[in-house]
């Protein structure tokens, strides 16, 4: 999407460490967070910060995933639980180890589809909870006004 580059075939890409995978997924997550929350026109730079933080949170990627993971192929799942399962190099810090875990299998997914071009699928997996996951935060943010941005 962004580099002139011939996606990777899906057997190169299982072949990427899935901390690694999740490092790309964090990015194409976050990216379709922020991209979303500016069209939703909720307020100034700090409100969208804020709600952004929380949408991309180990936490709130592990909520997003209950409704989202039973969607997985057989092969994302198979990514998902290479992710979870992986050696990270960091520890949780305001999430649950499972809540941590879990996101980095949810990032693994993200990841492997972006660097295989599978961007169809990218956008079928997270249309599915978009809505209700970006009402929540946007309705506790309306409520409270801020002073940034």
Not at 38 to 47: A, E, W
Not at 71 to 78: D, K
């Amino acid at each position: 999407m962004f580099t002139e580059r011939e996606p990777l075939t899906r057997q190169q890409a299982t072949q990427i460490s899935p901390v690694t995978l999740a490092f790309v997924g964090d990015a194409v997550y976050s990216v379709y967070v922020r991209e979303r929350l500016t069209l939703s026109g909720i307020g100034k730079v700090g409100q969208l910060q804020d709600v952004a933080a929380r949408v991309v949170s180990a936490k709130g990627q592990s909520e997003f995933l209950d409704k989202l993971q039973p969607l997985f192929t057989e092969e994302e799942e198979a990514i998902f639980r290479r992710g979870r399962n992986a050696k990270k190099g960091t520890k949780a810090k305001s999430a649950s180890q499972r809540e941590y875990n879990r996101s980095t299998g949810f990032e693994a997914v993200l990841g492997f589809l972006y660097l295989v071009g599978d961007h169809d699928r990218i956008k079928e997996l997270l249309a599915q909870s978009a809505p209700e996951t970006f009402e929540k935060h946007e309705q506790v943010k309306a409520l409270r006004p801020c002073g940034r941005g």
